[in-house]
């Protein structure tokens, strides 16, 4: 049934029951109806125009009441806590039939609390039951909706009621947020709450496939520098390698003699996983071919210089040659030699 029904057939029978003493009371009550939350202030004001009452107040499960002598009285509450309260105004006459109250409409309404219960240590293949509800709820017009993205739940209920749901849980499931959502309807407003918690799913150390089976390790590195051995595992699992049931540490340099079986062992508090690889040494090549190629670099370099500086000093040879010639021109022009200087000329030129 619907709930403003529900709470108008009460208002009808209530005004019904009260009837006789009501009919009559002419007081106003302002505001006429409140909804408020659990908690929160009230204040009611109480007034008359009838001037044969003997007193005016309140009867309230709540105090304080403040009278007015102006045919008024107050209800005033800091902290209204107490639910279905029956508050009324009354007015005490001095002619029949000498007593006459109001009720006031009152709702008290407290916010949805969101319980999320999910057992805690969450171990892989477990069977996981995630209950989403509300708690001391009023009134239960709530709408409840339990989410787990990461896995594409959204089921909910209503009137209050809790939503279960249960699931397998998976290692990928480790780290995924479970939401619970609750909704209250008023006719006023609508509230939301949530409660989130994310999931702790422990699993045994899952070794990365990409470590190769046979690798190929080079003399004069450290173990770590060339091969990587990687676990995921919750908790995060702690890795050693292993060679003859000994501990080799992982910055240890390789040498010929370390070539064989090698065990690398991920161990966490859910268990332990073991892969064997079968380490082969070998000549590290690269720094030979580069020495070598420094070598050969350096001697081509030295013979460039070499060739460069014979060239150079020949060069300037030829022209110290030349001036000679030109000491051999002026004495040319003395008239010496004729024109067999011009053959001795050509270097220049192609200078
Ligand atoms: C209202 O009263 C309740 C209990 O009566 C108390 O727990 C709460 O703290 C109070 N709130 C305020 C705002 O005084
Ligand atoms: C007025 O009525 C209330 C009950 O509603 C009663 O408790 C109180 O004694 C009455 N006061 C007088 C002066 O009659
Ligand atoms: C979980 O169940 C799967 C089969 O459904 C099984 O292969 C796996 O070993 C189980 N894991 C653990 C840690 O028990
Ligand atoms: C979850 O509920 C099922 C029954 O519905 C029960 O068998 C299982 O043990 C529960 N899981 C946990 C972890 O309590
Ligand atoms: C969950 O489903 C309801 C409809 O059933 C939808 O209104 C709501 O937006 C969905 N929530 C999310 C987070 O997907
Ligand atoms: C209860 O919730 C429905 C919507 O689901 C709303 O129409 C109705 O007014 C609510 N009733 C009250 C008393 O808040
Ligand atoms: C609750 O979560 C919804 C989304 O799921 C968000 O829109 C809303 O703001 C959240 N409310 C609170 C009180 O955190
Ligand atoms: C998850 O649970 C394990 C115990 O099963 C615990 O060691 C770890 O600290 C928890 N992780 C988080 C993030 O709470």
Redesign the pocket.
């Known amino acids: 049934m619907d709930f403003k029904v529900w709470i108008h057939r009460l208002v009808v029978l209530f005004t019904l029951w009260d009837g006789r003493v009501e009919a009559g009371c002419d007081v106003a009550i302002t505001p006429a109806s409140i909804i408020v939350k659990s908690?929160d202030p009230v204040r009611v004001t109480c007034s008359t125009n009838r001037k044969d009452f003997k007193t005016i107040g309140w009867n309230a499960p709540v105090s304080p009441v403040m009278k007015d002598k102006g045919g008024k009285a107050i209800w005033s509450v800091?902290?209204l806590?107490i639910r279905d309260a029956e508050v009324r105004c009354f007015l005490n006459l001095s002619a029949p039939p000498y007593h006459c109250e109001k009720k006031l409409h009152l709702f008290v309404y407290n916010l949805p609390e969101p319980t999320l219960e999910l057992e805690s240590g969450i171990h892989v293949n477990d069977t996981v039951n995630v209950t989403c509800s509300v708690k001391g709820q009023h009134p239960t017009n709530t709408t409840q909706r339990l989410l787990i993205p990461g896995l594409k739940l959204n089921l909910s209920s209503v009137n209050g009621k809790p939503v279960i749901s249960n699931f397998k849980a998976r290692k990928e499931h480790n780290g995924l947020k479970v939401i619970c959502e609750t909704h209250l309807h008023l006719p006023t407003a609508t509230y939301q709450r949530n409660s989130s918690v994310t999931l702790n799913v422990s699993f045994p150390p899952v070794i990365s496939p990409r470590l190769p089976v046979n690798p190929l390790i080079t003399a004069g590195w450290s173990l770590e520098s060339q091969l990587t051995c990687a676990a995921d595992g919750n908790p995060r699992p702690n890795i050693r390698w292993f060679k003859d049931d000994k501990v080799v540490e992982p910055s240890k340099v390789m040498d010929w003699g370390d070539e064989g079986l090698y065990e690398c062992v991920a161990e966490n508090t859910h268990g332990r996983t073991r892969r064997s690889v079968a380490i082969v040494i070998t000549h590290d090549y690269l720094p030979r071919i580069a020495g070598t190629s420094a070598v050969i670099l350096v001697f081509v370099l030295i013979m460039v210089i070499i060739f460069y500086v014979i060239y150079y000093t020949k060069n300037k040879t030829g022209q110290y040659r030349i001036e000679d010639r030109k000491i051999m021109f002026t004495k040319q022009g003395v008239g010496l030699n004729g024109g067999t200087d011009h053959i001795v000329f050509t270097p220049l030129i192609t200078l």
């Open positions: 908690g800091d902290n806590t």
